[in-house]
Structures are given as structure tokens and as C-alpha cells.
């Protein structure tokens, strides 16, 4: 039986296969957003979306780790709810939401799983308002662009990239889907001190899963033992989340969930573009907290 975002994606498919590369995707306010997922009306109606204090919001650029942390916040709100993870809250990608959907996203009971890939300054006031906790993953800029590549060219919903230097440069410039990542990483800067907002890094969660985990849990108030951190680290593995996205995602199972692997960038940039990187990283987040974060040394170079 397909889950409801089976039934979606196939619908989103069908719709993508009467479509050219370039209609696929628009400019809003100036960003580019793919239209099938993203209409304009989906963003102009969340900008009034009202948010609640025990909402549980994660935030991401595209390919940080977003679908991962989601299946591990499903299995830990599950295990604190003393409810069976099927019946977990299904996270909503505020910016996929359409006018009409948003009436059920408010009568939802709490705690509600929400998530988004949009630029810090372009999610819902009632966010901050509500002081809503927001977890947000972040990841290298190196590992991102190439696990974007891939994902733009094996999602049928994304314009198809001409080449891995062509997607290179329209990343380096903010030319694709959900804008520039260092303009992201620069505004959520801006927010480092915010006690209501919690950064993980992707190179983190592969290094040690556990402790992190046990963070998360600490900062969205999980009654969660040890043993149960340990029990959902060992079933969030890349390896154990993409075998079961088989049942949750269907065919897109393979298009979000593809290597997991921290350093394939090596596969993919020349010399010149890994100096380009070296170079726009340090301009841009050089000195910063975010940088650090990142351990542009250990993961970049």
C-alpha cells in the first residue's frame, strides 16, 4: 500500500514529465524555487503560517542531512511519546505545503514535526515570535554541491544539470534551487546565539551518532534513556535509514538517500574548483562560528 508521500512524489512525476528543464524551476523575491513543489502560492501563504512554542522545526540547506535528521526525530518523538514510530508525526516541508493544506498542518496535534530548506530570513515571523525551537543541520559546502548534483539529476522534479562544472558555477553563484549556500550559512550566523536554535553537523552525526543525538534530545526536553539513544543511533546509520526508506519513500528512495559519505567531493572537483571553494569559503565564512563549526581543515582540504 503507498504511504501518502508515495502517492505525492508519483503524482509530482507525472506532473514533471509534461514539463521542459527550464520551466521547472522560477524566480521568488530572487531565489530560484522548483515549481512543482514550490508554487508561489505555497510561499506566500507561509509567510503568515502560525507557528507554535512546542513545535518541533528543523532547518537545512538542501542535501545536509535534512531527510536523515528527519527519520532520526521521528524514531526519538516516537520513543518519548510511548507511541509506535509508523504513528510518529509526519514532518511538513513548509514551502511544500499548499494554501488549502494548511488548515490540517493547524489542526494537527503538538508536538508537530515541521521542516524547511528556506533562507533563514524567508521562514514564518511566528517562528521567532513563538520562540519555536529549531534544530538546523548544517554541512561542507564541498560534500553539498556534489551530493546536489546528484540529486538534481537523478530527481525528475529538478531541472537536469548540463554538466558538473555547469552545476559547480550556478552553485558557486546562488543559481539553484533555494539560493546561495553562503548566504544561508551567513544569515543563520546572525542567530548563532539564539537559545531557542540548536546547530548539528552532518560531519559530527557520522563521527559519533550517539552524543549527538543525546544533545538533540537534551534541547527539545526527550525523556529518552541512554539505551534508547544508543538503540536510535544504531537503527539511523545512512546504511539502516536508506534500506528502510525502501518503505517510506518508494522510488525516491534512491534519489534522496545516495552514498551518505563524508569527502566525495574528492571524486568530483578539479584542482581549480577546490582553490574556488577554498577561496569563497574563507571571504565568506572565515573567522566566523559557523565556520569553525564546519572544520572547513579537516573536511575541505
Known amino acids: 500500500m503507498s504511504t501518502p508521500f508515495e502517492k505525492e512524489m508519483k503524482e509530482r512525476l507525472e506532473e514533471a514529465k509534461n514539463m521542459t528543464e527550464k520551466d521547472k524551476v522560477y524566480m521568488y523575491n530572487g531565489v530560484l524555487y ?52 509508523k504513528h510518529a508525526p509526519i514532518p511538513s516541508l513548509l514551502e511544500f505545503v499548499n494554501p488549502e493544506k494548511y488548515q490540517s498542518i493547524n489542526e494537527a496535534p503538538s508536538p508537530r514535526l515541521l521542516g524547511t530548506h528556506m533562507h533563514p530570513d ?9 520562540k519555536t525551537k529549531i534544530l538546523v543541520v548544517l554541512r561542507n ?30 552553485f558557486m553563484s546562488g543559481e539553484v534551487s533555494w539560493g546561495s549556500y553562503f548566504d544561508h550559512a551567513l544569515s543563520w550566523e546572525k542567530r548563532m546565539d539564539n ?14 551518532l550517539s552524543e549527538e543525538l543525546k544533545q538533540i534530545a537534551k534541547f527539545f526536553n526527550f525523556t529518552l534513556s541512554e539505551e534508547q539513544v544508543n538503540t536510535i543511533a544504531q537503527e539511523s546509520t545512512f546504511t539502516a535509514m ?36 577554498d577561496n569563497r569559503f574563507e571571504k565568506c565564512l572565515g573567522g566566523t562560528k559557523i565556520g569553525a563549526r564546519l572544520k572547513y581543515d579537516i573536511y575541505c582540504q
Not at 519513500?249 to 581549480?272: A, Q, Y
Request: charged letters at 30%; proline letters at 6%; one cysteine or more.
Open 34 to 85: 522548483p515549481i512543482i513543489m514550490c508554487k508561489p502560492e505555497n510561499l506566500k501563504a507561509m509567510e503568515t503560517f502560525e507557528a507554535r512554542e512546542d513545535d518541533i522545526m528543523l532547518a537545512a540547506y538542501p542535501k545536509c542531512g535534512f531527510n536523515w535528521m528527519v527519520g532520526m526525530m521521528r524514531k526519538m518523538s516516537a520513543v518519548d511519546s510511548c507511541v509506535d514510530e
Open 122 to 130: 524567508n521562514i514564518p515571523a511566528s517562528l521567532t515570535n513563538k
Open 141 to 170: 559546502p564541498k560534500d553539498t554541491v556534489v551530493s546536489f548534483f546528484h540529486f538534481t539529476n537523478k530527481n525528475p522534479i529538478l531541472p537536469t544539470a548540463e554538466s558538473w562544472d555547469k552545476f559547480f558555477a550556478d
Open 195 to 208: 537559545p531557542n536554535i540548536m546547530f548539528v553537523t552532518y560531519e559530527d552525526m557520522k563521527e559519533n
Open 242 to 277: 536508506k534500506e528502510s526508506s525502501k518503505h517510506t519513500h518508494g522510488p525516491m528512495c534512491n534519489v534522496i538517500f545516495r552514498k551518505g559519505e563524508v569527502g566525495d567531493w574528492k571524486n568530483h572537483f578539479s584542482e581549480d574548483q577546490s582553490k574556488e571553494m
